[in-house]
């Protein structure tokens, strides 16, 4: 699984927030087989408030957007986490399904 964590709008990425998406990437090792990439934007709005998205690439070529938003930065990126977890859940669900 390729992840890209990346800043917009001039937003920059620290170091102390790098290592918070890295503790919640373990969450997803159940899941590296299914997901080939995992791209997380992070963004602060001008009214303080920070968005968080998350572009899911299936190995089998689904895509799933995955958004959050929240006043505290560590607060959306759980919340980012927690969508993610539940969707490739379902997914592996899906494909377990179909075999």
Not at 22 to 38: M, N, Q, T
Not at 76 to 84: H, R, S, V
């Amino acid at each position: 699984m390729t992840v890209e964590i990346k800043g917009a709008h001039g937003y920059h990425v620290s170091d102390k927030t790098r290592e918070y998406l890295d503790k919640k990437l373990a969450r997803l090792k159940f899941a590296e087989e299914l997901v080939s990439d995992l791209h997380v934007s992070l963004e602060r709005e001008s009214n303080g408030e920070y968005k968080c998205t998350g572009d899911i690439h299936f190995r089998w070529g689904a895509m799933s957007p995955i958004k959050t938003d929240s006043r505290d930065l560590y607060i959306a990126m759980d919340a980012l986490f927690d969508k993610i977890d539940v969707k490739v859940s379902k997914e592996k669900d899906k494909i377990q399904d179909h075999k």
